[in-house]
């Protein structure tokens, strides 16, 4: 048991020492300035998404929202979503040490 536990950790290390050895070149001089205008992309997305359902709500009533509606909804949600997993796995990467942040 102790020798699959020094074998797991070393794969972790080899695992951010890849990850860290490939992601942070991409990006030597980022910052945290760098990195806001992506967040508020991501901002940006919820907002209109959020809007898209408040806007048919308003529209709709009581009434089911019509297939197009749904559909740019649907997109927007997609969009969204993307957004958010990108956003996230740069997060990770900081998080992880794959990539320095200049504060």
């Known amino acids: 048991m102790a020798d699959n536990n020094r074998l797991l950790l ?6 951010t020492q890849l990850n860290r050895d490939t992601i942070n070149p ?9 990195i806001a205008p992506v967040m508020s992309m991501v901002a940006k997305s919820r907002a209109a998404y959020l809007k898209e359902l408040f806007d048919i709500g308003q529209i709709s009533g ?26 996230q796995a740069l997060e990770t990467a900081i998080q992880r040490g794959y990539l320095d942040v200049k504060i």
Do not use: C, T, W
């Open 62 to 87: 009581e009434d089911l929202p019509s297939p197009e509606q749904i559909n740019k909804l649907k997109q927007l949600r997609e969009s969204y979503e993307e957004l958010v997993h990108a956003s």
């Open 10 to 15: 070393e794969l972790e290390r080899k695992i």
């Open 26 to 34: 991409v990006f030597p001089d980022i910052g945290v300035d760098d």
